[in-house]
């Protein structure tokens, strides 16, 4: 029998004590049996680290690794670092994945030979309402457009699996929200073959706590800023995917221009408000709330940052 690929999952750890016995019981389970499974403790204050380390002693394939508070980024660094598998996959430790995780995916890069696999997922709210997530695309290849539109909204690590050589090669940038939509692009880019599974293994639970709640300044400038970059690299080198990621860009630059301050950052200020200003995007196709703000910057920036100082006062 010939023997099965080694498979790395990298799981960071940050104060999930509560969630974090699900989601390593549903690793422990998998049917593809070939596994390292990474977790990196980012500096816990709970017992989510004396939770990995006795879930290390219960399995051989679980390797704990502890580090000061850094960062997600900085985590999932230190795991990809420490991986010896052909093959990578990461899951968030306030998630759970199918029995055939692994499975489905390893079984996809084989049979298409192809360097990444793109795979569904489950959305799992409070209440425990589960709503699939799933590609127009057929089981098989793709090209290597159809996988640059779909990191215009999902470039999420842990539906996918990578050849592991192509992520040690393109590090999470530290002290970044949004690590992967700065990266996922960027591997995609490197990646000469991609495959899509029509099938939704991993369940992403919905938390009120997570970053994409947050509507902080530095969480909003962060999301706009990893959504730039992308798109200029979509304008100067896929052009069809840009024009497919105008819209997803205004709504970014109008969210930017309205929660974050003006001078926070200048410079993505500017960028931000070039792009609602510029847009092709017809207003009209944009949910009410984005409608009346676009319209706003696009009359007068200073009024529009003006109403939306005074509603920020009143709200508090």
Known sequence: MTEQA?????????NRHNYLAECLDSLMVQTYRNLEIILVDDGSTDDSLAICQSY?????RIKVIAQENAGVATARNTGVQAAIGQYLMFVDSDDYVAKNYCELAVNALQENQV????????????KGQQVKQLRDFSAGP????????????????W?????????KAHPFPENKLYEDVYVVYKIFEDATSFCYVPQAPYYYVVRNDSIVADMGARNIA????SSNEQYKFFQAKYPAVAAEMAEFMLVRALRYCTYCPKNYNRSLYEQAYQIIKTSPVDPATLDRRYQITMKLFRFSAPLALAIFKLRKLTNR
């Open 6 to 14: 080694l498979v790395s999952i990298v799981v960071p750890v940050y």
């Open 56 to 60: 290390a002693k219960k399995d051989a």
């Open 115 to 126: 360097d990444i696999c793109c795979m569904g997922f489950v959305d799992v709210d409070s």
């Open 142 to 157: 793709i090209t290597k457009e159809q996988v640059m539109v779909i990191s215009i909204d999902d470039s999420y690590l």
């Open 159 to 167: 539906n996918k699996a990578f050849k592991t050589e192509l992520v």
């Open 222 to 225: 962060d999301q706009f800023d």
